[in-house]
């Protein structure tokens, strides 16, 4: 019993000096989950926020496991989530059943759901939303200490919103564009295989900036790859508008990227014996309906550089040619992999400026990077880990590109 104790006031403790610390709302709410997930050994774990203004219904705005929830909501009444936001009371489902709380499992489906553990959030102002813990990593069901950590947290975490700050509007996607189901891709050589991706299930949404982040070896760009028709999954299903690509042939997926996809990627891979015009060009005549080469160079703010070749342009330069090399095929999706990685602070800020501009048009762009400060202009960010999506948030309020720092 006093071990039980010194654990349980150790894991407040912890806790509490996290939100404490924490410089910004989001640090308080994402570091204070995780420093819970950490203590009782959560395997999932979701805060629901309410969308007052909108719907009326609650939303998933930072979440850690492997599902992608961004389209799932609850009414109040609905599941165990809806019940504990309409009641304010916890419920401790520590043996799970499907028919008391059906919304977990198709919010989870896939997933054995064991024990779920759902507490109100909410400070003095007003009722925020849930907090939902859902299975633990040893496959043990939840315990009531566990339970009782989650709770007093919760309330913490809550009261880290201060009295005049609240949960922005919930980010709404728009259809879907892309659909990947238990994405796995293997590598072998000789006898010896390496599992990359080992299972992510993630939507891509139109007109949505997306960043996948995560250490050297997560999966990250094999991933980017997958998605843009550069490789091809080991299993699992891959749809694009209505188009399963999931068995394409090379030539299938070649005609893809030529369709759909714009790259960016770190090196800008410019022919070095073509104009900045010529570049965009050549491109230009590989798509049906290719965007005005000379006004590609205009959107990314290089019209005076069209008859320069790329040893006559700085990085920076060179990268906005690539992005308008992407643009000019008028694609449905841009991928950047690293694009900021080799330039410096200023020419950095510049290109994303200028990629911020393309978002806005309504393009969907997914970015991999290891910059952190990038992932605050983003509408979601993905965190992976071990080749599987381990952490997602839904950005409440998204930073412009000149208010980055590093």
């Known amino acids: 019993m006093e071990n039980s104790m010194l654990q349980y006031f150790k894991a407040i403790g912890e806790v509490q000096n996290v939100i404490a610390n924490a410089t910004t709302l989001d640090e308080a709410l994402q570091g204070g989950l995780k420093a819970i997930v950490e203590n009782v050994g959560a395997a ?7 969308d007052k203004t909108g719907d009326g219904k609650l939303h998933p705005y930072f979440w850690i496991g492997s599902m992608d929830l961004t389209r799932r909501s609850h009414a109040p009444g ?19 059943d499907t028919m008391k709380d059906v919304e977990t499992a198709i919010d989870f489906a896939g997933t054995d759901v064991t024990s779920v553990v759902c507490v109100p959030f909410s400070n003095n102002q007003e009722d925020l939303g849930v907090i939902q813990f859902v299975n633990r990593v040893d496959g ?6 566990g339970a009782d950590v989650m709770e007093i947290t919760a309330m913490m975490a809550a ?9 922005a509007d919930p980010w709404q996607p728009g259809e879907v564009v892309m ?19 080992k299972g992510v299930n993630l939507d891509v949404y139109e007109g949505e900036f997306l960043v996948l982040l995560g250490e ?3 999966g990250k760009s094999t991933l980017l790859n997958i998605i843009g028709g550069m490789d091809s999954a080991s299993s699992g299903s891959f749809n694009y508008l209505g188009q399963d690509l999931s068995n394409a042939t090379q030539d299938e997926l070649t005609e893809f990227r030529r369709a759909n996809i714009g790259f960016i990627f770190q090196s800008y891979n410019l022919m070095p014996n073509l104009t900045a015009l010529q570049n965009l060009k050549l491109i230009a ?4 309906e290719p965007m005005d080469a000379d006004e590609a160079l205009d959107v990314v703010g290089l019209s005076d550089r069209k008859r320069n070749y790329p040893s006559q342009m700085s990085g920076g330069q060179q990268q906005r040619v690539s992005i308008a090399r992407a643009l000019v095929k008028n694609p449905k999706v841009i991928l950047a992999d690293e694009p900021t990685a080799a330039l410096d602070y200023a020419t950095s800020i510049e290109v994303l400026q200028v990629m911020e501009e393309i978002i806005k048009s309504g393009t969907t762009m997914v970015m991999v990077t290891h910059n952190e400060e990038i992932t605050r202009m983003a509408d979601r960010v993905v965190r992976m880990r071990d080749g599987r999506m381990h952490e997602v948030t839904v950005n409440r309020n998204r930073a412009r590109a ?4 590093w």
């Open 44 to 50: 999932n774990a979701v805060i629901w926020y309410m």
């Open 78 to 96: 609905d599941g165990a989530v809806g019940r504990v936001y309409e009641t304010q009371k916890t419920e401790r489902l520590l043996e799970f």
């Open 140 to 145: 043990e069901p939840f315990t009531d200490e």
């Open 159 to 167: 009261i880290a919103l201060g009295e005049n700050e609240a949960i």
């Open 179 to 197: 659909e990947l189901r238990d994405i796995t891709r293997e590598f072998q050589n000789g006898d010896v295989v390496t599992k990359v991706l």
């Open 216 to 218: 050297s070896g997560c």
């Open 285 to 288: 005549e590989l798509v049906d």
């Open 402 to 405: 000149n208010d980055l720092v």
